[in-house]
């Protein structure tokens, strides 16, 4: 079964740092996708950036990028410059050929002025 | 851009009642996903749907059903609601099969409370 694990329950970070949040995975499949959503507070989920297993190049989405780590099974989110808006619920998930996400745990980004 | 609306953002209910929560998505997706938000534990699938009419069990589907006569619409229901389902409900969907079709689309939320 696939499992998707967090260990970062909270975590702060001035405004304009760099932040990186950690995500392990196991899956025992060679064809899969990763994500990262953001839940901001009182808002909706939304698809921050995602990376697809066979693609060796790391994923980025303007300030987010991912280290993907294929035979380490880790998948860390680094977020550049962070912004008060950048301020949300993280949650690492996967997914691999039926149509279920696996989610992890979440971790608490706060941004702070 | 892809709308899927959740009837209620919040809601009160008694131990014993029925409860219906309702989810609407307007991009013709053939997947709906009801899920469960607990801190700690993430999201968490209840039931999903592929097409009209289908459901399949998610991780924690005890004490939950689900309805899907239309398309576009997935219902949740509590058939009588205990303290341990107050928690906070996601209602998402995807366009399909095939990995690059299951980018998932999510609503807001609808924190339910069980007095």
């Known amino acids: 079964a696939q499992t998707v694990t967090q260990s970062q329950p909270e975590m702060s970070v001035q405004e304009a740092e760099t932040v990186t949040l950690s995500c392990t995975y196991d899956?025992?499949?060679?064809?899969?996708?990763l994500f990262w959503y953001k839940q901001p507070p009182s808002r909706q989920m939304i698809l921050v950036i995602r990376?697809?297993?066979?693609?060796?190049q790391n994923a980025t989405e303007n300030r987010f990028s991912v280290n993907f780590q294929k035979a380490a099974k880790s998948f860390s989110l680094k977020i550049s410059d962070s912004q008060l808006g950048d301020t949300a619920m993280y949650f690492c998930a996967s997914i691999q050929g039926a149509q279920k996400l696996v989610f992890g745990q979440g971790t608490r980004l706060t941004i702070n002025p | 851009d892809v709308k899927v609306t959740q009837s209620s953002r919040y809601l009160v209910k008694r131990t014993g009642e029925k409860v219906f929560l309702e989810c609407v998505q307007d991009?013709?997706?053939?997947?709906m996903f009801w899920y469960r938000q607990d801190p700690g534990l993430g999201l968490r699938l209840i039931y999903f749907?592929?097409?009209?009419?289908?459901?399949e069990k998610g991780d924690i589907p005890e004490g939950y059903s689900v309805s899907r006569e239309k398309k576009e619409r997935f219902s949740l229901i509590l058939e009588s609601a205990s303290t341990n389902q107050t928690s906070m409900y996601l209602c998402a969907s995807s366009r399909g099969t095939g990995l690059l079709k299951n980018i998932q689309y999510f609503g807001a939320g609808t924190r339910l409370s069980v007095l």
């Open positions: 991009m013709d997706h053939e997947n």
């Open positions: 990376q697809e297993a066979y693609k060796q």
């Open positions: 899956t025992s499949e060679n064809n899969y996708y």
């Open positions: 749907s592929y097409d009209v009419k289908m459901k």
